[in-house]
């Protein structure tokens, strides 16, 4: 499903799927790294770097948390595309909450991939970090991105805060290691799947998580280390496309999260944070999952449920 458009491979919104039925997500192909030293083809430099980013998307979110955790809304500009991921992939067709590409003028996401590479035939997908200098893209890995901005722009007016503190580091790749492939991924493997017996393991790893999550944090308020750290940044941004998106639409409905005291109460907590909740946009989640995955979802409507009152007091502090 998809087709080649300017050289670039375009899917229509599945991952690579197995005979099995299982998913398969490809690696991500530009792993660049920004540092802070002159030694590098990517110094960290101020206004020099573009983030191309959907509010959808739970990968690129990660990366427009850290970059407000950090303070750097005025050291790297950022666009947003359009919600709707069809056979072109993202655009940035006009519509709420979408900011043009005004740096290179692109309709579609893949005239970035191909403008930085003429013989790119990767996967189109976001977050995308664009070096203005050389003109061609430094990392489409989230991960990275996430490690970039904590350190790389500290010596350039980035906010105080280390978010992957050297004396948990091997805790948090831990924790990091397992909530990807069961939860992170875990939702798209159910999602996905195509055979019963695919769905049903990647369900009974889902609520094995979280249930396990639910439990830590019933003695902590944080992941690691008693405070904000990237483990917790990557976990929200699936925790709050749960009970919209995953619990319905890819059928991880054993239980919702708010059946959850303590991982519905953290998920609340840190939606509230100030650097986190301007970054979550219900709309543009909620209509990308039902309107972009046809196969799932044939008539493309958009539940007007559930009601999730993010915003009702989390009294995590009841639960420490």
Known sequence: MGELIGGIWQK??????????????????????????????????????????????????????MRNLKGLTGLIDVSVVHWLMGEDGWTFDAAPGVIPD??????????????????????????????????????????????MFNTAFDGCGAASGDYYPAEHRNEIDNVNDRIYATLNNGVYRA???????????????????????????????????????????????????????????????????????????????????AAIRPTVDFEHIKHHYYASHPWLNPSGIVPLGPDCDFDFPSGREALL
């Open 191 to 273: 999602g996905f799947a195509t055979t019963q017996t695919a769905y049903e393991m990647a369900v009974g790893e889902v609520f094995a998580t979280l249930d396990w999550l639910d439990q830590r944090l019933r003695q902590q308020r944080y992941l690691v280390g008693g405070m904000l750290t990237e483990a917790d940044i990557r976990l929200f941004t699936t925790l709050v496309r749960f009970d919209p998106v995953y619990h319905g639409h890819f059928k991880c409905n054993k239980r919702a999260l708010v059946d959850y005291p303590a991982l519905w109460a953290y998920t609340r907590d840190l939606f509230n944070h």
């Open 12 to 65: 229509s919104g599945m991952e690579s799927v197995l005979a099995n039925g299982e998913l398969r997500r490809p690696p991500s192909v530009f792993r660049d790294w920004i540092t802070a030293s002159d030694d590098t083809p990517f110094k960290a430099e101020p206004g020099r770097y573009h983030l191309y980013v959907s509010l959808a998307c739970p990968w690129a979110h990660r990366t427009l948390i």
């Open 102 to 147: 005004a740096l290179n003028g692109a309709t579609f996401l893949h005239e970035i991939y191909a403008l930085s590479d003429t013989s790119c035939t990767s996967r189109v997908t976001v977050p995308v970090l664009w070096d203005k200098l050389h003109q061609r893209i430094v990392s489409n890995e989230s991960s990275d991105i996430l490690r």
